[in-house]
């Protein structure tokens, strides 16, 4: 009996990617306010593009790499909600 890892490694991927981007969006709001979304859709539709090209295991990380850039996209306007009701902080360089 041969055992297929390939679903445990894609699962351990997940978590990795998520727990990655819960900074990201964090860092990128406080930096560049909620306007550096279309820099997440942009990645995120060219990550899914070189998806379709990729074989076996790469693509599924591509794609799912991809699909994390376009959530973040409503995770950012979330993270500038948040600043504004004062859950997290504000940049006080930044203009409003």
């Not at 699909?67 to 909600?81: D, G, H, M, N, T």
């Amino acid at each position: 009996m041969e055992l297929n890892f390939e679903g445990i490694l894609i699962g351990i991927a997940s978590l990795l990617i998520i727990g990655l981007f819960h900074p990201i969006v964090i860092k990128c709001e406080y930096y560049f306010s909620q306007r550096v979304w279309p820099l997440f859709l942009i990645v995120g539709l060219l990550l899914l593009a070189a998806a379709l090209f990729a074989q076996g295991l790469f693509s599924i990380l591509l794609a799912l790499v991809g699909v994390a850039c376009l959530w973040s996209i409503r995770e950012i306007k979330e993270q500038a909600q948040r600043v504004a009701k004062g859950w997290f902080p504000k940049n006080p360089n930044r203009k409003r």
